[in-house]
């Protein structure tokens, strides 16, 4: 009995320096923060891309990044105010980066 050879290519739009494609992520540090947190994402391949802030109750208290993203690693800060330019107090928020394929929510404790 032949075996039948099945071939099946992979082709990544971005590859990490070991040659594996990059998955959606984001990350942020310091956390907790005071003054300022860095925010690190990661996009698969060209799309469209959302990082914004929520405080507890579910609202969004600022938009970070709204555009559409090339392929790699991101950043941005996130400096405790939300879309006024208005200081936010202490407490969670939850960071959420929205691609058309993949949610990730991220807690963040902000102390002032």
Do not use: C, K
């Amino acid at each position: 009995m032949a075996q039948a050879t099945v071939n099946v290519n992979i082709i990544p739009t971005d590859v990490s320096e070991a040659g594996l494609p990059i998955p959606a992520s984001i990350s942020e540090t310091p956390n907790p923060f005071r003054e300022s947190t860095r925010i690190v994402f990661y996009v698969p391949r060209q799309t469209e891309v959302s990082v914004a802030v929520f405080d507890v109750r579910g609202r969004r208290v600022r938009t970070l990044v709204s555009t559409t993203q090339s392929a790699g690693r991101h950043e941005t800060t996130w400096l405790g105010r939300d879309d006024q330019g208005r200081v936010l107090g202490s407490g969670v928020y939850f960071l959420r980066y929205v691609t058309d394929e993949r949610v990730i929510t991220r807690r963040v404790l902000l102390l002032r």
